[in-house]
Structures are given as structure tokens and as C-alpha cells.
């Protein structure tokens, strides 16, 4: 069981919006920056989000982060079928010193 | 712009010591960046082993930090792991990736295509 708690699966039609949760603690997303990778099928992870909701260049103003307390959320609007694969947050926790992602999340488009 | 890639041996006998090397292109390992390894195991989610920085500080996942070590070569440019005494648990596919900064708490911006190690006899 993952240190951070993600939905396992989560599924819209195009267009619509999905939101994936995040769950931690207080050593992890409470006290630090929350992190989310998208990862398609047989590829290594992408950079979606950083410090809770900033974007990278590149990434679309479509997907969104944000955080409160222990939990984070990702969201993305006008769902495209290129955006199934796995997704998952990240965190650093400071008691343990440890990187931890959650479990990730399945994003299917029906 | 700067590239990652993976090598090492796909196959690693039970009890031996994985061994895996990160080579960087375009850009230098002494960049001010820290360097990790993430592995994956199939069908499963991503687990972090450990990062460096070239002066050769260290941070390891604690579940791994009596077996594993990860170290820098700057005159290849290079960053390696290892990790030792394996079993079929460590089956997965190792990818190396990039710090956005300096520190291990900082994301992965920049990753390698990954490279799948199977512990077998």
C-alpha cells in the first residue's frame, strides 16, 4: 500500500473533466510540494506538474494542480483520448527522507 | 538538449548484484542538477531507489539503502547503481531521470526510456 493514496482508476468521455486525488500526510504533502507524472503506455514518466500547480513548458493549460492540507488534486478539462495512460503524484517526506509516488492512477477515455 | 540512457545486463541471477549505467548527453553530470534511479516493477507502480550529486552526496530510499549504492564517474559523464543480493522482487524496469535542481526533493524533469532488468536463474 503506497504511502500516498490515489484513486485507482479514473474515466470521462472527450471533453470532459477528470479529476485524480492524492492523498499523504503531513510529512509528505502536507509540508512539501506535491509533484504528478504522466505516464502513457510503454514510455518513461513526464513531468506534468510541479510545486503543487505549476506547469512545465509544454505542458497544456488544460491540466491543473492544486493542494490543500494533505491532499492534491490533478485535474484535466476537454479530455483527449491521448491522455489515457497512468498518472501519478509525488512527494518528498520529510521524516522518512524518501521520495514516495502513489499508487497511480488509471485514466481511461471512453 | 539533454538525454538520458540506460545499459546494463537484462538478466541478473538471484543473490548477484545488479548493476546499471545512466549516460548524459548533452549536458554534463557536474551540472548543478542531482541524478536519480525510479524502477517499475511490471504492471506496477513507480518506486524511487535513490539520487546523487556529483560531488557524491547520496540519498537512498530506506527500504533499499542497505543494499544499494549509486555513484558518479564525471570523466564519463556517467552515474551508476548497484544493487546487491537480488531476488525476484527487484524485477523491473530501471529508469534513470534528472533533478529539476539540487536537492532529492525536487521532481524528475528529464527521464531515459528505462531499461528492464529480470532476476532469474
Known amino acids: 500500500q503506497s504511502v500516498l493514496t490515489q484513486p485507482p482508476s479514473a474515466s470521462g468521455t472527450p471533453g470532459q473533466r477528470v479529476t485524480i486525488s492524492c492523498s499523504g500526510s503531513?510529512?509528505?504533502?502536507?509540508?512539501?510540494?506535491v509533484y504528478w507524472y504522466q505516464q502513457l503506455p510503454g514510455t518513461a514518466p513526464k513531468l506534468l506538474i510541479y510545486r503543487n500547480d505549476q506547469r512545465p513548458s509544454g505542458v497544456p493549460d488544460r491540466v491543473s494542480g492544486s493542494k490543500s492540507g494533505t491532499s492534491a488534486s490533478l485535474a484535466i478539462s476537454g479530455l483527449r483520448s491521448d491522455d489515457e495512460g497512468d498518472y501519478y503524484c509525488?512527494?518528498?517526506?520529510?521524516?522518512?527522507?524518501?521520495?514516495?509516488f502513489g499508487g497511480g492512477t488509471k485514466v481511461t477515455v471512453l | 538538449q539533454l538525454q538520458l540512457q540506460e545499459s546494463g545486463p537484462g538478466l541478473v541471477k538471484p543473490s548477484e548484484t545488479l548493476s546499471l549505467t545512466c549516460t548524459v548527453s548533452?549536458?554534463?553530470?557536474?551540472?548543478?542538477?542531482?541524478w536519480g534511479w525510479i524502477r517499475q516493477p511490471p504492471g506496477k507502480g513507480l518506486e524511487w531507489i535513490g539520487s546523487?550529486?556529483?560531488?557524491?552526496?547520496?540519498y537512498y530510499t530506506p527500504s533499499l539503502r542497505s543494499r544499494v549504492s549509486i555513484s558518479v564517474d564525471t570523466s564519463k559523464n556517467q552515474f551508476s547503481l548497484k544493487l546487491r543480493s537480488v531476488t525476484a522482487a527487484d524485477t523491473a524496469v530501471y529508469f534513470c531521470a534528472r533533478h529539476v535542481g539540487v536537492g532529492a526533493h525536487q521532481p524528475f524533469d528529464i527521464w531515459g526510456q528505462g531499461t528492464m532488468v529480470t532476476v532469474a536463474s
Open positions: 509525488a512527494a518528498w517526506d520529510d521524516s522518512l527522507s524518501d521520495v514516495f
Open positions: 503531513t510529512s509528505n504533502v502536507g509540508n512539501n510540494y
Open positions: 546523487l550529486y556529483f560531488t557524491g552526496s547520496t
Open positions: 548533452g549536458g554534463s553530470v557536474s551540472d548543478s542538477y542531482y
